[in-house]
């Protein structure tokens, strides 16, 4: 892809910037040793049966089949804020780590769009040390427009947000993410190129798009890619 005439690099954050998994295994063994003080249970047991409902239904029910499973007298709303507390060392890949400090050093524009929970996306920003070198963050989940609230990608209004603080038109900037069902679709409605990063690991991979205007421009299968 030719990315001359890009001034800004708009970037998912979760399989794009770093493995979640870090997050995700934090967070459910804090959850596990949680349960496992307060009923007897033994945490191994309690993690391998949400990281089992996670690979078969996705994380929507993990602690409510939990809960039902060992007949915990248990909110699992209480579950969600203990797995979302977690708090771990975060790293970048090492490939992301790069990319971001050439674009950086290029006097390249940083934004990143990342879905999900807002204060725990914040706080993974945090983590990472990513607020010492992007220029712009897009929290969906926090964006109020018009009114509205709580949008996600692939909105539109959540490009065009990031694009306004950046202070860039659409054909100035690139987005790079790495789920194609979310990622790309509103970035190529108001004129954005995309790239998909394609990754093997984690539980949430998700390659292949629905159709055809879910599709990334380009498909790469590491960030440097970008800089030749």
Not at 2 to 18: E, H, Q, S, V, W
Not at 35 to 64: L, P
Not at 159 to 170: D, F, I, N, T
């Amino acid at each position: 892809m030719n990315l001359k005439g890009i001034k800004a690099y708009i970037f998912d954050l979760d399989y794009t910037l770093y493995n979640e998994m870090q997050f995700f295994d934090s967070g459910m063994k804090d959850v596990s040793e949680y349960v496992s003080e307060k009923y007897n249970i033994s945490a191994k047991e309690v993690y391998d049966f949400c990281i089992g409902s996670v690979k078969k239904e996705g994380r929507g029910k993990t602690y409510n089949r939990l809960c039902e499973e060992y007949d915990l007298d248990e909110d699992p709303m209480k579950l969600v804020e203990v797995y979302r507390a977690t708090r771990p060392k975060l790293y970048l890949y090492e490939e992301a780590e790069e990319v971001l400090k050439v674009l950086k050093k290029e006097g390249k524009l940083i934004g990143v769009i990342t879905d999900g929970n807002a204060k725990v996306q914040e706080a993974k920003i945090e983590l990472l040390g990513l607020f010492d070198i992007i220029d712009a963050l897009v929290l969906p989940d926090a964006l109020v427009i018009d009114g509205e609230t709580h949008f996600t990608k692939p909105n539109p209004v959540v490009y065009e947000a990031c694009l306004e603080k950046l202070g860039v038109k659409p054909e100035e900037a690139v987005y790079i993410g790495d789920n194609p069902a979310k990622d790309f679709a509103g970035a190529k409605k108001i004129g954005m190129k995309t790239i998909q990063i394609v990754r093997d690991e984690g539980l949430f991979m998700r390659k292949d798009a629905p159709s055809k205007e879910y599709e990334a421009d380009v498909k790469i299968k590491d960030l440097r890619e970008i800089l030749r």
